[in-house]
């Protein structure tokens, strides 16, 4: 079983359209959570951390689910500037390890 | 503008050159990263350097040989290569390796083994 699991899409959505990416994470030892974003080409860059309470950030909300393993990302409003590809992460903090990295969920927004 | 440097950006070589792929931080930070990004496939952790010292060799064949002679610095030495190993390098750093919030990447280096 991998170990942070995402649909990799693509997901295709019109402008203002509300859009929920889901990944799963196989490791219970796993302490951190977050979502990065790559453009194109780019580097991926932290979009959000993720906490067990949920947080937004703007039209960003990710929850996190302990129990069941499970991250989301959800997009209100999508703008044609989100098209990108997102990552899960994950981190079990032990000394010397790193953080891992889902094959990410692609999202086109269109006009 | 970004606090982690790649160069080269690019890079086209023979399976049987030698060349280095270098990064840089100007973040203050401890511990360096070497990523391995393929087509269709999960970003791949290839080493570790928390303090200079290498915590995590992970399972990367010999051809590929990093360094770190300081914080700041690390290289990957590449000789040998094969085509699969065409990919998207990226450098990454953070603050030290057991309280990782947030990895800074670099531009990365697109290399093409011909």
């Known amino acids: 079983r991998k170990e942070v699991e995402q649909d990799p899409g693509p997901f295709n959505v019109p402008e203002g359209a509300t859009v929920a990416f889901n990944c799963t994470y196989s490791n219970s030892a796993s302490q951190s959570f977050f979502w990065y974003r790559q453009d194109c080409r780019k580097e991926p860059k932290l979009l959000m951390s993720?906490?067990?309470s949920g947080n937004e950030d703007g039209r960003f909300t990710a929850q996190l689910n302990r129990a069941s393993q499970y991250i989301s990302l959800l997009i209100r409003d999508s703008k044609l500037s989100d098209s990108a590809t997102y990552l899960c992460?994950?981190?079990?903090?032990?000394?010397?390890?790193?953080?891992?990295f889902g094959k990410g969920t692609t999202l086109s927004v269109s006009s | 503008e970004t606090g982690v440097t790649q160069t080269p950006r690019h890079l086209v070589m023979g399976m049987t050159n030698k060349k280095s792929l270098k990064c840089e931080q100007h973040l203050g930070h401890n511990a360096m990263y070497w990523y391995k990004q393929s087509a269709k496939k999960p970003l791949e952790l290839m080493f570790v350097y928390n303090f200079k010292e290498q915590t995590e060799n992970n399972s990367v064949p010999s051809r590929f040989s990093p360094e770190c002679p300081n914080s700041s610095h690390l290289f990957l030495h590449l000789h040998t290569l094969q085509p699969e190993d065409s990919a998207l390098y990226l450098c990454?750093?953070?603050?030290?390796?057991?309280?990782?919030?947030?990895?800074?990447f670099g531009q990365g280096t697109r290399l093409t083994v011909v």
């Open positions: 990454a750093s953070s603050q030290d390796t057991t309280q990782v919030y947030e990895a800074f």
């Open positions: 993720v906490y067990s």
């Open positions: 992460v994950v981190n079990i903090h032990q000394a010397g390890t790193a953080l891992i």
